[in-house]
């Protein structure tokens, strides 16, 4: 399990770091092509979007690698968890349903890592 638990996070850190890093780095209109709720909120908050995920995807891998504050990955997965939820309560609202089962896997995934590294499967 614990390598299935590693395998998870690095793949939710990949999906994670890209998608931080296209919201912190790019134009909001450019965004707007791609991800048509961006044009309902403030550029400061996408970029905020795109740290908070970027950062997450980090928190990931890093402490549980490095052994320096694992209990940060965990955390890391559940704030992902969180972001998910709110995903897919904008896109609830915006009637994008295809987007929002795509945010429940990504959030069955990160509840997985919280679960399994808070719990039985910790570092």
């Known amino acids: ?13 990949a999906m994670f770091a890209t ?11 450019k965004l707007a092509e791609k991800l048509p709720w961006a044009a309902d909120f403030s550029p400061a908050t996408v970029r905020f979007i795109g740290i908070v995920e970027f950062a997450a995807a980090l928190g990931l891998i890093l402490p549980a690698a490095t ?3 694992p209990l940060l990955t965990p955390v890391a997965a559940t704030g992902l ?14 009637k994008e349903s295809s987007a929002i089962a ?12 919280a679960w399994g590294r808070f719990g039985p499967y910790s570092f």
């Open 1 to 13: 399990m614990n390598v299935f638990l590693w395998i998870v996070q690095a793949v939710l850190a």
């Open 67 to 69: 052994g320096i504050a």
């Open 102 to 113: 795509f945010n429940t896997a990504l959030l069955v995934l990160a509840a997985l890592v």
């Open 81 to 94: 968890a969180v972001v998910m939820v709110l995903a897919a309560i904008t896109h609830a609202r915006r």
């Open 19 to 29: 998608a931080g890093a296209m919201k912190s780095t790019q134009p909001q209109d």
